[in-house]
């Protein structure tokens, strides 16, 4: 069974983004970083470059709770 058995969906209510702070947080610096800086001219092209900047979110970056320090 996978890490999601017995669990179930629970969705936020409209106009309470704070109940999901975390995601919305990382959508708005993909939209600010990725997405609003350039025009994309194919979907592969928008694939690509928010691949990259996943990578670099996910790989690069320290997490901001921990002051720039590793993990």
Same mark, same amino acid.
């Given at each position: =069974? +996978?890490? /999601? *058995? &017995? #669990?179930? *969906? %629970?969705?936020?209510? =409209? +106009? ?7 995601? %919305? &947080? $990382?959508? +708005? !610096? @993909? !939209?600010?970083e990725g997405l609003n800086a350039q025009a994309f001219f194919s979907l592969a092209e928008a694939r690509r470059v $928010? %691949? *990259? /900047? !996943?990578?670099?979110?996910?790989? $690069?970056?320290?997490? #901001? #709770? @921990? $002051? &720039? =320090?590793?993990?």
């Open positions: =069974m +996978g890490a /999601w *058995a &017995g #669990s179930k *969906a %629970e969705f936020i209510r =409209m +106009g309470k983004p704070t109940e999901n702070d975390h995601i %919305e &947080g $990382v959508n +708005g !610096r @993909l !939209r600010e $928010v %691949e *990259a /900047w !996943r990578q670099d979110y996910n790989t $690069v970056r320290p997490p #901001s #709770s @921990l $002051v &720039g =320090m590793s993990p």
